[in-house]
């Protein structure tokens, strides 16, 4: 009897151990699991904020250099020219803006150009002793020089006398049919002209 009762403790004993054995094994299977887990997840979320944060520069760098870009171009800079090193949709919009800025500053060059030498002329048209006045397309008076202006001073009393509401003062940017009686008569000649026209104008008594 005292030896199965031996047996049985011995039987009882192991299996604790056994069991405690079973027991740490689990324990450290899933905390190595555990461990496992965590430093994957780790790892994912190192390298999905990586991929965001190259996007992001990717995107946001060439978005933010664009509207520096845009705002120069505002302010009228328009020396700095830009690089896209890029053919994505951001280096397209660089490569647009950049244009855009080469077509302005060129146009403006041109426009300042043209006026330079439309300066000079109007000097020179001041100057001059003959009686000066130039039309736009659309008949209307955009230039009288000083001779003209005299001129018409002078004769104002008189061709009041045909023409009641004349003034020299409100002359720039009226039209010219103010002048003539028959106005499609003379648009037909002006639009027709191809050379050198000498006309005479008879108004108020006198004869221009």
Known sequence: ?????????????????????????????YIAQRNKII???????????????ILIRNITNPLLRAVSFANLIAE??????????????????LTALNTMRTRLRDRIEEDRRKAAINRRIKQALDSVTSNVMIGDSDYNIIYMNDAVKTMFR????????????????????????????DKSHQRNLLEDLVETYRGVIRVGGRTM
């Open 154 to 181: 002078e004769a104002e009393s008189d061709i009041r006398n045909d023409l009641p509401d004349f003034k020299v003062d409100g002359l720039m940017g009226s039209s010219i049919d103010n002048f003539h009686k």
């Open 39 to 53: 430093a994957g997840t780790t790892l994912i979320l190192i390298f999905t904020a990586i991929i965001t944060w």
């Open 76 to 93: 009228g800079q328009l020396n700095k020219k830009i690089i896209a090193d890029t053919t994505d949709e951001t280096g397209q919009l």
């Open 1 to 29: 009897m005292g030896e199965i009762n031996g047996l049985i403790t011995e039987l009882t004993v192991g299996l604790e151990s056994v069991g405690k054995s079973a027991t740490v094994a689990v324990s450290e299977t």
